[in-house]
């Protein structure tokens, strides 16, 4: 039994090494062509970029260079349970310049091409060691058993570091082969090795993902106690408010019941009350539902409540949409909040006596400026509506920016990444 | 007088076809959604149409869309359009062709039932019905920076949001407690003060009324 097990390891053993050698080589004669060729071509396409013909080739070139690179991903998995994490952008569909560019603006396509020059170099070292720690030694066997003979007609031939020219020194290298032959159980690590190595360049950083989750972290917690005041303020809303006055209008029309025969033109004059009560209740919902979710926004989209919102303002306000589409709803909902937001802040505080909103859509982001004439002076501060706006952004990833020198004019732009349907 | 309702909400639909023949409307069709106002404007010709901004299928703005739609198939079709919400964005968009028989208000007016049933006859008569919102709106934005409106005396100001609604001479006489020759005095110092041109048609008045108050945005 225990020779058997251990017999059976042992062939076990033999077989891990000869695939491990195999899946080298393989690795060895794919990798050196691949890389080579992948970065040769990159380098020259986006060399081309200034007069034109890159920007059509290089996102082509860069797709290869991905597939190579996430076959890798593939085998380091399968092979050896090394994971690789892929952290590409998502490219845009359309014109190849707007790709190339998204592409070229995307850390890990730059990654891919620092992992090529590593994986001609030293990757296609680490792969090839395990096939020679197998090939070499039988080699030099070879060389012990007769071998040498026409091997060193010409005068002498080298096994490593032994010159063969007799059969003792044939025997030497056939010793060397044995001792090299011992080391071939340390070809499944190398090839290990090979993968790790290619995970720390073609990886996406620790660092990285890190900083991710802390953003993300953050943005989650803003996102659910912005929305619990939000269901706050609603409750209290809607109990001081409608609700009260339905009471009040059940109450008298309560009182109406019983004065009906009794006092009629009292009744009718609590009537009146009762539906004085019904329109004032209904005013008080409606603006309610525009703090929750505004009508024109639900029926027109975001271009559209932005111009409703700009009718509504006392300052002159241009408005200007190019949008091929609509964005999902929460995004729309964010978009038009913090475009309300800011054009508050720029009535009440900039002092401006026109104001300009843009809103466009490109590379896979929405874009919205809001630009007046005013004096200048905004800054996202704590307490400021702008930090607000921030928060409010940061749960979909979009970001503020605020230029606003004193004396004006000021210019706040939000982009948020988003796509349309 | 024929009239085809859209509203969607059974509840109030069953309401306002009550209020109507209440009022000696007859009740074509009362229809629920988009594709079937589509076909009964186009298949019944009414008098008027009285349609929620809010239909199904798509509960967008879909019933705005079919009334402005058989407009343009049918000039000055006339329609009354009624919503939880009122924007001057829509306003200016059913006002746009400038041929009157528009009618925009909020739900809530249909409580005053002897109003509502006025606007709809002034709507069907090619005359303009708009809610008092809107045009509180529209002159609380002009006045902030407009000379001609900041010369009118607060009783003119009230006269010009009264015509701006729509109302007749007559109408605004008998709200403001005054005599019809009152109100022709101060409109005739309104178009003078905000140099407009008079009309004696009623509908061009409101509607030159409006476009003075809407213009420069």
């Given amino acids: 039994m225990n020779t058997n097990t251990k017999s059976g390891s042992l062939s076990t053993r033999a077989r891990d090494v000869v695939v491990a050698a195999g899946r080298g080589f393989v690795l060895a004669l794919v990798s050196l062509p691949g890389a080579v060729l992948g970065f040769t071509l990159a380098l020259v396409s986006i060399s081309l970029i200034p007069v034109g013909i890159g920007l059509v080739t290089t996102p082509w070139v860069l797709d290869r260079v991905r597939a190579f690179a996430d076959w890798r991903r593939v085998v380091a998995a399968e092979w050896c349970g090394v994971l690789i994490p892929s952290a590409y952008r998502p490219v845009p569909e359309g014109r190849p310049w707007t790709r190339t560019y998204a592409m070229l603006r995307d850390p890990a396509v730059w990654r891919d091409l620092r992992w090529l020059q590593v994986d001609m170099t030293a990757g296609y070292v680490t792969a090839l060691l395990p096939a020679v720690l197998l090939f070499y030694p039988l080699e030099g066997i070879a060389v012990a058993a007769g071998l040498w003979r026409p091997l060193s007609h010409w005068g002498g031939y080298w096994y490593g570091f032994v010159h063969v020219t007799d059969q003792s020194s044939a025997f030497g290298a056939g010793a060397l082969a044995l001792a090299l032959l011992a080391l071939t159980p340390l070809a499944p690590r190398l090839v290990t090795a090979h993968f790790r190595l290619t995970r720390s360049v073609l990886g996406a950083s620790q660092r990285e993902l890190a900083e991710r989750v802390r953003v993300l972290t953050e943005t989650r917690r803003d996102a659910v106690d912005s929305s619990a005041a939000e269901l706050r303020r609603i409750e209290r809303d809607l109990h001081d408010g409608a609700q009260a006055r339905l009471v009040a209008m059940g109450m008298d029309l309560g009182t109406i019941e019983t004065l009906l025969d009794k006092d009629p033109a009292k009744a009718k004059q609590l009537l009146a009350q009762a539906r004085q009560s019904s329109v004032d209740a209904l005013a008080e919902l409606r603006e309610l539902v525009r703090g929750i979710h505004p009508p024109v926004l639900a029926e027109r989209g975001l271009g559209d409540a932005v111009r409703a919102l700009a009718l509504r303002l006392p300052v002159p306000t241009e408005v200007n949409v190019e949008l091929g589409g609509r964005a999902e709803a929460p995004v729309e909902a964010a978009a038009y909040f913090a475009v309300s937001e800011v054009l508050t802040n720029a009535v009440k505080h900039s002092g401006a006596d026109r104001i300009w909103v843009d809103l466009h859509h490109e590379d896979e982001r929405l874009r919205v400026t809001v630009t007046d004439n005013g004096k200048g002076g905004a800054v996202i501060g704590a307490g400021s509506g702008l930090a607000g706006v921030e928060r409010r952004l940061g749960t979909f990833d979009g970001v503020l920016a605020v230029s606003s020198p004193a004396g004006g004019p000021t210019m706040v732009t939000m982009e948020i990444p988003c796509a349309l349907s | ?217």
């Fill in chain 2, 1 to 217: 007088m024929r009239v085809v309702l859209a509203e969607d909400l059974f509840l109030l639909r069953d309401g306002l076809v009550r209020l109507l023949e209440a009022h000696d409307f007859e009740i074509a069709a009362a229809v629920e959604s988009g594709p079937e106002l589509t076909r009964a404007l186009a298949e019944l010709e009414p008098d008027v149409a009285v349609v929620d901004v809010r239909l199904p299928p798509t509960h967008t703005d879909e019933g705005l869309q079919c009334a402005l739609q058989a407009r343009r198939n049918r000039p000055g079709l006339p329609v009354l359009v009624l919503s939880q919400h009122v924007e001057q964005l829509y306003a200016r968009e059913l006002l746009a062709d400038g041929s009157g028989g528009v009618g925009y208000l909020l739900k809530d007016r249909v409580f005053d039932a002897e109003q509502f049933v006025d606007a709809v006859r002034r709507v069907a008569g090619g005359g303009t019905a708009m809610d008092p919102q809107v045009i509180q709106q529209l002159l609380s934005r002009r006045a902030a920076d407009d000379r001609p409106l900041a010369r009118l005396t607060p009783r003119e100001l009230e006269v010009l949001e009264l015509m701006a609604q729509g109302r007749s001479n007559a109408a605004i006489a008998g709200q403001l407690v005054v005599t019809e020759r009152a109100i022709a005095k101060h409109t005739s110092n309104i178009f003078a003060k905000l140099d407009l041109e008079v009309s004696d048609d009623d509908n061009r008045r409101v509607l030159a009324v409006l476009a003075y108050l809407d213009q420069g945005r």
